[in-house]
């Protein structure tokens, strides 16, 4: 009788060891809480402030700064808000002309660009991620991928045609029959 009690009390001691373990690395400590991301330990993001980078003076003559003095290549906090609220503003360069090393600059740099440019680099990627993705298509799948367009039913068109001409109608009147593609399953053509 002692060993069998023994035996049915090894499952129960399991049982509890398993319940009370976890249990106890949620002490005070908040360890367990502070492992999981349950506290928060980040600074407080209204208290960190950025600063301007350092930057080289264009001569070396320039005075050194006076104690206390604002940072010329810091923007005030009206700037730095219209900047957070349209990112746009940042990008945007002043209103002056230039000097005249950048009016060179831009003029030997060649004949101006046209308009429609970002259509053509637009049709050129589009081109280049459909065949990357017929690539990878076939890559991935050991098969090539279907014709674009959509099959015409040549039957059913042939049909439809002789019945608008012989009610007189437009052939362009009534839906075109297409052939529907059969939906292939998981597994189908892999093997």
Do not use: Y
Request: aromatic fraction near 4%; charged fraction near 25%.
């Amino acid at each position: 009788m002692g060993t069998s009690c023994l035996r049915a009390g090894i499952p129960a001691l399991c049982l509890l060891t398993a319940v009370t373990l976890p249990l106890a690395g949620c002490g005070s400590g908040g360890g367990l809480a502070r492992t999981f991301g349950l506290t928060r330990d980040a600074p407080d993001e209204f208290t960190v402030t950025t600063r301007a980078p350092l930057s080289m003076p264009p001569d070396f003559a320039v005075r050194p700064p006076r104690p206390g003095a604002p940072r010329p290549q810091e923007q005030s906090e009206r700037k730095q808000a219209e900047e957070a609220l349209v990112p746009q503003a940042a990008l945007e360069s002043p209103q002056s002309g230039g000097s005249a090393g950048q009016a060179a600059l831009v003029q030997s740099a060649g004949p101006a660009v046209s308009d429609d440019v970002r259509q053509g680099v637009d049709a050129e990627s589009r081109a280049n991620r459909e065949a990357n993705d017929r690539f990878i298509d076939r890559l991935l799948f050991w098969r090539t991928p279907e014709p674009p367009g959509i099959a015409v039913d040549p039957a059913k068109e042939a049909k439809r045609l002789r019945e608008n001409a012989a009610l007189g109608q437009n052939p362009d009147a009534g839906d075109t029959p297409i052939i529907q593609p059969h939906k292939k399953g998981w597994l189908e053509g892999l093997f």
